[in-house]
């Protein structure tokens, strides 16, 4: 039986970058799985969001993704970029921390989230991005949300995030 290629992208918050302990760590757990192609996109070239977004789109070209084999999966503006990539072209799996959503700076600021299997994590603590509009927006889109006592970079919760991350793929049919 030939084993079937996924794509998983990831994408990095504002102020961080593909090598961040969250990124790698949720690289490697994705990595683990048979078949799988983890790739972190490096935006740190710039703060846009729709520049961001066209590198997102750009990485799943060049990588010749299919769109029903691909996870999504990023953190704040990271969060932001799966979300919007997956309102335009839907994907397997959309997996979300701290999205930035329902913010008034963002083009698109609540995209609606088009996959087969989603999920967001957000910290109640979060002072960067208020978790209230994005339980909002989980509502409105019938979206599965975890909240975590935990702020913005969820690094309490990291041990949690990846095994969500890993139960996850596992539902999604990595």
Not at 88 to 98: N, S, T
């Amino acid at each position: 039986m030939t084993q079937r290629t996924t794509h998983v992208f990831l994408s990095h918050g504002l102020e961080s970058g593909p090598g961040s302990t969250k990124i790698q760590a949720l690289k490697a757990a994705a990595e683990a799985f048979p078949g799988v192609i983890a790739e972190a996109v490096d935006h740190r070239s710039s703060k846009d969001p729709a520049t961001r977004l066209a590198q997102m789109r750009h990485a799943m070209a060049q990588a010749g993704a299919v769109p029903q084999r691909t996870i999504l999966a990023g953190s704040s503006m990271g969060g932001w970029v799966c979300a919007q990539t997956s309102a335009e072209q839907p994907v397997l799996g959309c997996f979300l921390l701290a999205p930035a959503l329902a913010l008034p700076d963002y083009p698109q600021s609540s995209p609606r989230i088009v996959a087969d299997h989603a999920q967001i994590i957000h910290g109640w603590d979060d002072d960067v991005v208020p978790v209230m509009p994005v339980i909002a927006l989980a509502q409105q889109q019938a979206l599965p949300i975890l909240l975590l006592a935990d702020g913005h970079r969820l690094q309490h919760s990291l041990e949690r995030v990846v095994a969500e991350f890993r139960q996850f793929l596992i539902r999604a049919g990595v």
